[in-house]
Nanobody, 121 residues
Framework: QVQLVESGGGTVQAGGSLRLSCTAS????????MAWFRQGPGQEREFVAA????GENKSVEGRFTISRDNAKNIMYLQMNALKPEDTAVYYC??????????????????WGQGTQVTVSS
């Protein structure tokens, strides 16, 4: 059974940092694209960052850095200088096939359950 499990969320004050992890099990995602999305209260799920198997990546926030450890099947999202508007549930996602990353939710086949990030002012 394929699973993506996020961890590292929590409550932090504005200006603080968090590092989210997404641990994959059940199969390897070495050749697949992976991504982070987030969904705030009453909002649609939105793209945060994505990364290809070779490390090529895209992030909508210069404060956020996405990375992956293919040997461990883990993806990370380092978030710095957090703002209250970053408050959301953060989800990791992965494609089923060998493909470059997408910035849309429909491009991903596997999803984690999400981890809550709350930034207080």
């Amino acid at each position: 059974q394929v699973q993506l499990v996020e961890s590292g969320g929590g409550t932090v004050q504005a200006g603080g940092s968090l590092r989210l992890s997404c641990t994959a099990s059940g199969r390897t995602f070495i050749g697949n694209a992976m991504a982070w999305f987030r969904q705030g209260p009453g909002q649609e799920r939105e793209f945060v960052a994505a990364i290809n198997w070779d490390g090529e990546n895209k992030s909508v926030e210069g404060r956020f850095t996405i990375s992956r450890d293919n040997a461990k099947n883990i993806m990370y999202l380092q978030m710095n200088a957090l703002k209250p508007e970053d408050t959301a549930v953060y989800y990791c996602a992965a494609t089923d096939n060998y493909t470059s990353y997408y910035v849309f939710t429909w491009g991903y086949d596997y999803w984690g359950q999400g981890t809550q990030v709350t930034v207080s002012s």
